[in-house]
């Protein structure tokens, strides 16, 4: 299993790599955040110790279960899974740096609440539903500049960018539509010139579809069984013979 997570990673950075460079960005703009839902810790672990630093939760049950064995290795973890409000104290308590999944102002109050009584501050992406899919969570992209204002005024979040699921379609210009869409909201409130609010991340793209994220825009790219499964392709598809990267 070590081998093959090994294998996996170089694989996924090697797609990073390349993405960028085809469009134009420097490598270290572009962040693998690990999905590592279902993952155990000892897996995790592996990935920890060879180079990856960012991992992240859908569920906070899964937090609870990994923290004691994952806290003495250094890494930094984010929550990307829909964030229920009794469950933000558990947040907090396993160290999350970040909450990407945002969605909501309640949410956003009761979060600020409570890091107002610890005397805490949290970084957090507004998240965006850019496919117009019921199943999905996010504010709609209509709604997202007035909702990024509204939480810009709760002092102890501070907003760091977007963060969307796009649309899971073979279709690649379908899915690159749902990416335009979030750079576009970036921009714009960029120019809003909105207090306490950074427009840095954008937190997009997966294992499918990191290419196309990347070339529209993304600094997190999130990527789970593609790492942590069986290997996603064999040696031969990004080595020659001879192991040149090809």
Not at 46 to 72: F, H, M, R, S
């Amino acid at each position: 299993m070590k081998e093959d997570i090994l294998h996996n990673l170089a694989i996924i950075n090697n797609r990073i790599k390349n993405a960028c460079e085809k469009s134009g960005r420097k490598t270290d703009e572009v962040k693998l955040l690990l999905a590592t839902k279902t993952v155990s810790a000892d897996h995790i672990k592996i990935a920890l110790k060879n180079g990856q630093t960012l991992i992240a939760e859908n569920k906070v049950q899964e937090l609870k279960e990994k923290y004691e064995d994952l806290k003495n290795t250094p890494h930094e973890n984010h929550f990307i899974g829909h964030l229920q409000t009794n469950k933000i104290k558990d947040i907090l308590k396993y160290d999350v740096t970040c909450v990407q999944s945002i969605d909501r102002l309640e949410l956003a109050e009761k979060l600020h609440q409570r890091l107002l009584a610890e005397n805490k501050t949290m970084n957090v992406l507004i998240q965006v539903n850019t496919s117009n899919e019921e199943s999905k969570f996010g504010i709609d992209p209509s709604e997202a500049i007035e909702l990024t204002r509204k939480i810009s005024r709760l002092t102890t979040l501070k907003i760091k960018g977007l963060m969307t699921i796009g649309l899971f379609s073979a279709e690649t210009e379908k899915v690159r539509a749902c990416f335009k869409i979030l750079k576009t909201l970036q921009e714009e409130i960029i120019h809003e010139h909105i207090p306490n609010v950074e427009m840095k991340e954008l937190s997009m793209g997966m294992s499918g579809d990191l290419e196309t994220a990347i070339e529209e825009g993304a600094t997190i790219v999130r990527v789970g069984t593609a790492v942590f499964g069986a290997r996603i392709y064999p040696d031969s598809y990004y080595w020659d013979e001879d192991n040149k990267k090809v």
